[in-house]
């Protein structure tokens, strides 16, 4: 069984950073990409962050410079840095595993940066 493990959630002000972890667990195999993805509340889950089989990565506009996604595969974990943190960041951020073995998702961690 699968499981994704968000951690690192929280209340920030803006211009504060936060580091989600996500620990993947159990059977995994023929990954394609990984990534985070968020939902603010009333709107879609949107694509934050993802990185390819190759090591390719990629931003949604309106992080890029701001956010970093990061693996390391020796520890199954995937980071995501954000630092410049704004109000309409505030989501709940998902990871998210896209493989052959199917198509694999954390619980979330919220995020809310208020002041």
């Known amino acids: 069984q699968v499981q994704l493990v968000e951690s690192g959630g929280g209340l920030v002000q803006p211009g504060g950073s936060l580091r989600l972890s996500c620990a993947a667990s159990g059977s995994i195999f023929g990954i394609y990409n990984m990534g985070w993805y968020r939902q603010a509340p009333g709107k879609q889950r949107e694509l934050v962050a993802v990185?390819?089989?190759?090591?390719?990565?990629n931003y949604a506009d309106s992080v890029k410079g701001r956010f970093t996604i990061s693996r390391d595969n020796a520890k199954n974990m995937m980071y995501l840095q954000l630092n410049s943190l704004k109000p309409k960041d505030t989501a709940v951020y998902y990871c998210n595993v896209n493989a052959a073995s199917g198509i694999h998702w954390g619980q979330g961690t919220q995020i809310t940066v208020s002041s």
């Open positions: 990185i390819t089989s190759g090591g390719i990565l």
